[in-house]
């Protein structure tokens, strides 16, 4: 390399490539050195949001990781629900504790492509399973059933947690613990003021059907209407409009609205 000339274009270009090259190597080693830990920390994000809407701690954060994990494994139980037959999952194939619904949605065996027609929340792929968590009192009846969601909004999919009462039909908490919408508009999901609207809303909405509505101003007065009724983000029209869609999807036949009423009339 000494023989070329410093301001020639093969030295420059040379100098550039191995940059380059040295350059690539160095964030792919980053990136791969980091993924465990990434990892780790949106399971830490996840189990965090679990136990934000279990109702079982009242400042989540407050908690060192060693505590989070060891409060969501002794207090929370994990179960699969095949969303097709509306009951709990009862075969062998598949383990609770390792279940992942990403991966899942990567197998046609243990997912579907849905049409548009079917798709309010934009998901386009829903998975057979679904892993859901409970929380039971000292007398081990049912006290609080946490339910996986996710829907598209205006800029990302949000992907959260909606826990309901032992009653099966009054919301404990909603949660997002991962989403991308606008900061101070549509990220206003994570906004502790919004989500304590949904604390003891019903989700029975009558005539056997089950739900949320997000609504931009009160379309009633009617304190039974009002208690299934969740004020809508202002300013963001798509994003509270794409909470509403993901909600009732997952309320609705097609996601846990047959397992809740199995549930509720103790058919499983």
């Not at 040295?22 to 920390?41: G, W």
């Not at 032992?166 to 003021?193: H, I, M, W």
């Amino acid at each position: 390399m000494s023989d070329i000339n410093n301001n020639s274009i093969k030295k420059i270009l040379l100098v550039t490539i191995i940059l380059c090259l040295l350059c690539s190597v160095l964030v792919a080693s980053t990136a791969v050195f980091l993924n465990a830990r990434q990892e780790e920390n949106k399971q830490l994000d996840m189990e965090k949001s679990i136990l934000e809407v279990s109702g079982l701690v009242e400042n989540v954060n407050a908690l060192s990781r060693e505590e989070v994990f060891k409060l969501s494994a002794e207090k929370l139980i994990p179960a699969l629900v095949d969303l097709r037959t509306g009951t709990f999952y009862k075969g062998s194939e598949l383990n609770v504790n390792s279940y992942n619904f990403n991966d899942a949605l990567k197998s046609n065996k243990l997912s579907r492509a849905l049409p548009i027609s079917e798709d309010p929340a934009l998901i386009k792929r829903q998975e057979y399973y679904s892993k859901v968590f409970m929380v039971k009192n000292a007398q081990g009846q049912l006290s609080v059933l946490i339910l996986p969601v996710r829907g598209y909004g205006l800029w990302s999919t949000l992907y959260g947690f909606l826990a309901l009462k032992g009653d099966l039909k009054t919301v404990q908490a909603l949660t997002f613990y991962s989403q991308k919408e606008t900061p101070g508009l549509g990220g206003e999901v994570d906004n502790p003021r919004w989500k304590a609207q949904w604390h003891n809303k019903s989700i029975d909405l009558g005539k056997g059907k089950l739900g949320i509505q997000v609504v931009k101003t009160e379309s009633s007065t009617d304190s039974e209407e009002r208690s299934h009724q969740v004020d809508a983000i202002s300013g963001a029209t798509l994003t509270s409009r794409g909470v509403s869609h993901l909600i009732n999807f997952w309320l609705g036949s097609q996601g846990f609205g047959p397992f809740l009423k199995n549930l509720k009339r103790g058919a499983i």
